[in-house]
């Protein structure tokens, strides 16, 4: 049962573009949230993340925003480089255990120059 | 920042044989680490949680006497497969979490599995 997903497996964007990335989750008691990004045969990087008492968190070319009616949250790279090419994991952690996180399934994310 | 260090990045064995992936914190006390798996085009799936001093924690359906964790130090954790088949082939990566640090926690570079 997959509580974290990310229903695109890739995204194909213009550099200078704004890249947009989903994710939907299920379980009301994830209290925050965070996107990794992933090369290939590397270990995932933090990127960015939020707490649910928030709706938006930006950092730089950033921003995670948080619907938590809708159980949705996006990333948004804006403007796109090339150098985001790379694949993008959201994850939520459970507001009564923190050590554990859920992993959606990715979205592979194409900048083209 | 707080690194983890994960070794070897790339292995190769026979079927039957055991491997042991190592995974460091290099500048912080980690007293939980994590071990995860990740099938092609899949998420990042929880294998367990490996505790220092104890007994590592297994996700259901992980089994634990073929993947064999040992958290000796607050340093060091290492995953062992034993009796490895093609199967178990696949990309394994460690995590640790500094204390005191809002980035959820900070990934090893992953170990590349294959089994032949």
């Known amino acids: 049962d997959q509580q974290v997903k990310q229903n695109s497996p890739s995204l194909s964007v213009q550099e200078g573009r704004i890249s947009i990335l989903n994710c939907d989750y299920t379980n009301s008691m994830f209290d925050y949230f965070l996107w990794y990004k992933k090369y290939p045969a590397e270990g995932p990087t933090f990127l960015i993340s939020i707490s649910s008492i928030k709706d938006k968190n930006e950092d730089g070319r950033f921003t995670v925003f948080l619907n938590k009616s809708a159980k949705h949250l996006s990333l948004h790279i804006v403007p796109s480089q090339p150098g985001d090419s790379a694949v993008y994991f959201c994850a939520a952690r459970l507001l009564y255990n923190f050590n554990k996180f859920y992993f959606g399934s990715g979205t592979k994310l194409n900048v083209k120059p | 920042g707080a690194v983890v260090s994960q070794h070897p990045s790339r292995v190769i064995c026979k079927s039957g044989t055991s491997v042991k992936i190592e995974c460091r914190s290099l500048?912080?006390?980690?007293?939980?680490m994590f071990w995860y798996r990740q099938f092609p085009k899949k998420s990042l799936m929880l294998m367990a949680t490996s505790n220092e001093g104890s007994k590592a924690t297994y996700e259901q359906g992980v089994e634990k006497d073929k993947f064999l964790i040992n958290h000796a130090s607050l340093t060091l954790s290492t995953l062992t497969v034993t009796s490895a088949h093609p199967e178990d082939s696949s990309f394994y990566i460690c995590?640790?979490?500094?204390?005191?640090?809002?980035?959820?926690?900070?990934f090893g570079s992953g170990t590349r599995l294959t089994v032949v």
């Open positions: 500048d912080f006390q980690a007293t939980t």
């Open positions: 995590s640790a979490s500094a204390q005191g640090t809002e980035y959820g926690y900070t």
